[in-house]
């Protein structure tokens, strides 16, 4: 008998412990943001150990409110791959990859832009401008992608996915995807050259 009481309790406690853990992890609320490319060019910002290049992109929603309300510093993630439907665990499997940061809300306040559309009257479109580095995790002492590094991932790709992500404290919401929006290899091969 007092084995089985004493199961019962050690299966209680670890039941009640995995559902507290489990009730934490969130949904986060933040639609899902359709991004699109505008322009991808060299950066005025001057780093001596890598290239630093500027990513414009417009998205259905206002980052700073939707995303900064939860987290601070969400990112735009782009993977040197065909794969436009990527999840988080291709991001953490990725050897080669394009990175921007929010750095904070008030540098990147949203600029408003109407855009006439025949179809869809007038949508609010909402422009960001980021700072965006070509990471390598495959190389220990530099974690930049070299230029040869960078044509020879886009040797057979026609576009990049990128998303907006942002992975929360202790994990206390989901992880926050937005759409896929496709970067242009072309435009970043003209770009580096």
Same mark, same amino acid.
């Given at each position: 008998m007092k084995k089985i009481l004493i199961r019962t309790v050690i299966f209680l406690i670890v039941f009640i412990t995995n559902l507290s853990f489990i009730s934490c992890f969130r949904d986060n609320d933040i639609p899902k943001a359709d991004l699109e490319f505008i322009e991808f060019k &060299? $950066? +005025?910002t001057k780093n001596d150990r890598v290239d630093i290049y500027k990513l414009k992109f417009s998205s259905s929603i206002a980052i700073s409110d939707k995303v900064f309300e939860k987290a601070d510093f969400p990112h735009l993630t782009c993977l040197l791959t065909n794969k436009a439907d990527f999840e988080i665990k291709d991001i @953490? +499997?990725?050897e080669i990859r394009l990175m921007g940061y929010f750095k904070s809300k008030s540098t990147y306040e949203d *600029? @408003? #832009?109407l855009r006439n559309d025949?179809? %869809?009257n007038k949508i609010k479109k909402f422009e960001y401008e980021l700072d965006v580095l070509f990471y390598n995790d495959t190389k220990s002492d530099n974690k930049y #992608? $070299? &230029?040869e590094d960078i044509k020879k991932s886009l040797s @057979? *790709? #026609?576009c990049i996915p990128c998303k907006l992500e942002q992975r929360f404290f202790m994990e206390t919401y989901k992880f926050y995807l937005s759409n896929s929006m496709c970067v242009p290899a072309e @435009?970043? %091969?003209k770009t580096i050259n």
């Open positions: &060299k $950066s +005025n @953490d +499997n990725a *600029v @408003d #832009s025949e179809t %869809l #992608s $070299s &230029k @057979d *790709v #026609s @435009d970043i %091969l």
